[in-house]
């Protein structure tokens, strides 16, 4: 994961990871800050869009960003990505990113087309610099391949959301807030884009992480041919309003793949051997639990239109953050760790373990708060759609418990950064 011949400058990876937490942090403050109206219908509700877009875009492809630019050469093989190039793209995206976002709070057409514009370009740029690191590539992991699918449902998500953002303004496609236009825009962008990406990278970390063996290739492959013929299809199913039995079969084969990579994920973990999980598994395997509670309630959704949003919080909050912060709790002092390496005086200096980068203690208490707090907004969530209690006003007693995690995660990576060596 760290060649110094082939891992980008330090503040490109790191850079976009502290941006993808201050984005986090943000989000949580907007939660609490509009709970009501947040968790309400998303139909023209600028809360909702506000906060879906600082998560999608001000934390979990921000973050993801930095990750592909330092795994892809590294893993692959291949030349690694001009810093100020990467710099460039990073800087675009986030000013983009966040325009677009103040546009849907505020409710301002121009925001929101001058913000997409500019955060679909970068994207484009940053396509085009991961692309040639892929084009010169020795070696076609089974997790680059996911990334390079990964890449293209990002693109079609942000062209089709600028679309979407245009058509706020300019109204030339008919019910674009119904299931259809706006389905298409979720389901490439939670399925192609954040579940394919995570698949495809725990593919490579998973064992790396548990000391455990890989699996066959090719049962990596078939996971990654039915859930990207899946999720294209049904992409493309929704875009031309085909019958919806099209779009359920398409549907279908997506979940046969994430069946096989479930037992895919089952295999490495019970042939690890390393039997203590650390913090980053324990996050990993969270975030799976979460991802097969929230699937049942996505696929209900359309039957009973308020199951959607608990749907979409285990989805977002529970499998794709969590997912997220554990594999950051390794990356993070991992590329630090070797940046005190390459920088320190002499070959005999020490330099601290992993562990000894950040406190374990807090750690801990991250990882318990936040689940907690995924756990708890998730029932309260579930509980309204079933309309036993008004849930949006309830979720302020348990999103602090979001909050706390996010600052006390931040303040390790703050930690992280302040390492020096031993002696």
Same mark, same amino acid.
């Given at each position: 994961?760290?060649?110094?011949?082939?891992?980008?400058?330090?503040?490109?990876?790191?850079?976009?990871?502290?941006?993808?937490?201050?984005?986090?942090?943000?989000?949580?403050?907007?939660?609490?800050?509009?709970?009501?109206?947040?968790?309400?219908?998303?139909?023209?509700?600028?809360?909702?869009?506000?906060?879906?877009?600082?998560?999608?875009?001000?934390?979990?492809?921000?973050?993801?960003?930095?990750?592909?630019?330092?795994?892809?050469?590294?893993?692959?093989?291949?030349?690694?990505?001009?810093?100020?190039?990467?710099?460039?793209?990073?800087?675009?995206?986030?000013?983009?990113?966040?325009?677009?976002?103040?546009?849907?709070?505020?409710?301002?057409?121009?925001?929101?087309?001058?913000?997409?514009?500019?955060?679909?370009?970068?994207?484009?740029?940053?396509?085009?610099?991961?692309?040639?690191?892929?084009?010169?590539?020795?070696?076609?992991?089974?997790?680059?391949?996911?990334?390079?699918?990964?890449?293209?449902?990002?693109?079609?998500?942000?062209?089709?959301?600028?679309?979407?953002?245009?058509?706020?303004?300019?109204?030339?496609?008919?019910?674009?807030?119904?299931?259809?236009?706006?389905?298409?825009?979720?389901?490439?962008?939670?399925?192609?884009?954040?579940?394919?990406?995570?698949?495809?990278?725990?593919?490579?970390?998973?064992?790396?992480?548990?000391?455990?063996?890989?699996?066959?290739?090719?049962?990596?492959?078939?996971?990654?041919?039915?859930?990207?013929? *899946? @999720?294209?299809?049904?992409?493309? !199913? %929704?875009? &031309?309003?085909?019958?919806? /039995?099209?779009?359920?079969? $398409? #549907?279908? =084969?997506?979940?046969?793949?994430?069946?096989?990579?479930?037992?895919?994920?089952?295999?490495?973990?019970?042939?690890?051997?390393?039997?203590?999980?650390?913090?980053?598994?324990?996050?990993?395997?969270?975030?799976?639990?979460?991802?097969?509670?929230?699937?049942?309630?996505?696929?209900?959704?359309?039957?009973?239109?308020?199951?959607?949003?608990?749907?979409?919080?285990?989805?977002?909050?529970?499998?794709?953050?969590?997912?997220?912060?554990?594999?950051?709790?390794?990356?993070?002092?991992?590329?630090?760790?070797?940046?005190?390496?390459?920088?320190?005086?002499?070959?005999?200096?020490?330099?601290?373990?992993?562990?000894?980068?950040?406190?374990?203690?807090?750690?801990?208490?991250?990882?318990?708060?936040?689940?907690?707090?995924?756990?708890?907004? *998730? @029932?309260?969530?579930?509980?309204? !759609? %079933?309309? &036993?209690?008004?849930?949006? /006003?309830?979720?302020?007693? $348990? #999103?602090? =418990?979001?909050?706390?995690?996010?600052?006390?995660?931040?303040?390790?990576?703050?930690?992280?950064?302040?390492?020096?060596?031993?002696?």
């Amino acid at each position: 994961m760290i060649d110094p011949a082939r891992s980008p400058a330090l503040y490109v990876p790191i850079g976009m990871a502290l941006a993808g937490v201050a984005g986090l942090i943000v989000l949580q403050a907007l939660l609490l800050h509009k709970a009501p109206m947040i968790f309400g219908p998303f139909r023209f509700n600028p809360a909702a869009l506000a906060a879906a877009h600082t998560f999608t875009l001000g934390f979990a492809t921000s973050v993801m960003i930095g990750a592909f630019y330092q795994i892809t050469p590294v893993m692959m093989l291949g030349r690694p990505v001009a810093g100020r190039l990467a710099l460039l793209q990073g800087v675009v995206y986030l000013c983009g990113a966040w325009s677009l976002v103040w546009g849907f709070y505020s409710s301002s057409g121009p925001w929101i087309t001058a913000g997409g514009t500019a955060a679909l370009l970068s994207l484009i740029l940053f396509a085009v610099l991961v692309g040639c690191s892929m084009r010169s590539a020795t070696q076609w992991t089974v997790a680059g391949r996911f990334m390079a699918v990964g890449l293209s449902f990002l693109l079609a998500t942000a062209i089709w959301g600028l679309v979407l953002a245009f058509n706020l303004r300019y109204g030339f496609i008919p019910n674009s807030m119904d299931y259809s236009p706006l389905g298409a825009h979720v389901l490439v962008g939670f399925g192609g884009w954040f579940m394919l990406t995570v698949f495809g990278v725990s593919y490579q970390l998973f064992p790396m992480f548990a000391l455990s063996q890989r699996q066959d290739a090719r049962t990596a492959h078939l996971t990654l041919g039915l859930l990207g013929a *899946g @999720l294209g299809s049904a992409f493309i !199913a %929704l875009l &031309l309003h085909l019958h919806p /039995g099209v779009t359920a079969g $398409s #549907l279908v =084969l997506a979940a046969a793949g994430i069946g096989v990579y479930a037992r895919d994920a089952a295999a490495i973990l019970r042939q690890r051997r390393r039997r203590e999980l650390d913090l980053s598994m324990r996050y990993a395997l969270t975030a799976l639990g979460f991802l097969g509670l929230a699937l049942p309630l996505l696929v209900l959704s359309p039957m009973r239109h308020g199951l959607a949003v608990p749907g979409a919080w285990l989805f977002l909050v529970g499998f794709v953050a969590t997912m997220i912060l554990g594999m950051l709790y390794k990356i993070v002092p991992f590329l630090f760790w070797h940046y005190l390496l390459k920088t320190r005086r002499s070959k005999t200096q020490r330099l601290p373990n992993l562990d000894q980068m950040f406190s374990l203690r807090a750690a801990r208490a991250g990882y318990w708060c936040w689940t907690a707090g995924v756990v708890l907004t *998730g @029932l309260l969530l579930l509980g309204g !759609a %079933l309309e &036993l209690w008004d849930a949006r /006003g309830l979720v302020r007693v $348990s #999103l602090p =418990l979001n909050l706390a995690a996010s600052l006390l995660f931040a303040g390790t990576i703050l930690q992280v950064l302040q390492a020096k060596p031993l002696d």
